[in-house]
């Protein structure tokens, strides 16, 4: 046990845990550090995870890993993954200015290529452009995990997609799993075209889930789920330019049905027949939060930043954040909830 985390809890009872892990394009790397951290925990037992777009890529290398060698498998299967999505970019045009670089801003707001593509994608559909229509991450994905492994690993997942026609989202279990499940899963329509599975087309999953939290309180035996965050909820101030305006939109569409789910929870918690065996799971179901205010700081345009540098400073900032969390809240796991759901019944 590292000096440095004394936060570890070797002679503690294992405790079942969900983990639910928002989207967030490559702020995903946080992710990647947060469940870095809670491998190291002994005494954490990941039941289900439910996962969005890039935590849904998070969640089935964990699992992939997980099956093939446990915590260190997993732990080793996300650095893979991630030094991959690195290396996939290092040729991409959308990069910082030099004058970004000497300052140490990871911002590609002032990037000419970053700017030309956010214009070109608010004036022109993926269907409007003859370009290719492979997502380098299909390949990324393939290369990094066995769905093979995904589906027979002890560890359940929830994936979820938006369904085109419907607007509905669609969650996704393990031997449901593929690429384009994943790519359907993070299909942002302004920039790619909707991916088909099973003749139907999906776009991104944080328009009905980001993420989805009732699989796990139905279909898991775990009362505690993780939830990481990593779309600002609150931010002060008014966005006034565009680029603001549409970011700051963005935000608080793929954070709507997260918090809506959980006002439901609240409600759920308070009314439901305790008699019942899914009411008590209700009414005994304990939410934590992991989260950083320095992903506030970032600002959107850093999610298409994909230089190793910065996915591991994101993930040492998970570590970080993990490790404060559990000084603070670890206690709390397997005995009450460390985020009070019924402010979310004040205003309703």
Not at 101 to 115: A, E, H, K, Q
Not at 118 to 134: E, G
Not at 238 to 264: C, G, H, Q, Y
Request: net charge neutral; aromatic share 8%.
């Amino acid at each position: 046990m590292s000096s440095k985390e004394p936060h570890k809890r070797e002679g503690r009872d294992p405790v079942l845990v969900d983990l639910a892990l928002q989207g967030g394009g490559s702020h995903g790397a946080f992710t990647w550090g947060v469940l870095d951290r809670l491998l190291d925990e002994p005494w954490l037992r990941i039941e289900g995870i439910s996962g969005t777009s890039a935590g849904a890529m998070n969640a089935v290398v964990l699992a992939a890993g997980f099956k093939n060698d446990g915590p260190a498998g997993a732990k080793s299967a996300l650095r893979a993954f991630w030094r991959r999505v690195a290396d996939s970019a290092r040729f991409s045009p959308i990069r910082r200015t030099p004058l970004d670089v000497v300052l140490g801003r990871w911002t590609l707001d002032t990037s000419p290529f970053y700017l030309a593509f956010d214009m070109a994608s608010r004036v022109f559909s993926p269907y409007d452009l003859n370009l290719s229509r492979a997502n380098p991450l299909h390949h990324v994905l393939a290369e990094s995990v066995d769905f093979g492994q995904v589906a027979n690993s002890p560890i359940r997942l929830f994936v979820t997609a938006t369904n085109v026609h419907t607007g509905r989202g669609r969650v996704f279990r393990n031997a449901e799993l593929t690429p384009d499940v994943l790519l359907a899963s993070a299909c942002l329509p302004t920039l790619f075209r909707a991916i088909e599975i099973d003749g139907e087309p999906y776009w991104d999953g944080g328009y009905a889930g980001n993420p989805t939290i009732t699989p796990l309180v139905r279909e898991t035996d775990s009362h505690d789920t993780l939830l990481v965050a990593v779309n600002p909820v609150e931010r002060q101030g008014v966005p006034r330019s565009a680029r603001e305006i549409l970011d700051r939109l963005n935000e608080v569409s793929f954070n709507a049905t997260l918090l809506k789910e959980l006002r439901m929870i609240a409600l759920l918690r308070q009314v439901v027949d305790a008699g019942s065996s899914e009411g008590r799971k209700w009414a005994e179901m304990r939410v934590h939060l992991i989260a950083s205010k320095m992903l506030a700081e970032l600002g959107a345009s850093s999610k298409f930043n994909a230089e190793w540098d910065f996915l591991c400073m994101l993930r040492d900032e998970g570590r970080h954040a993990a490790e404060a969390f559990l000084a603070a809240s670890g206690q709390n796991i397997g005995q009450r909830s460390s985020v009070d759901l019924d402010i979310l019944l004040q205003h309703v």
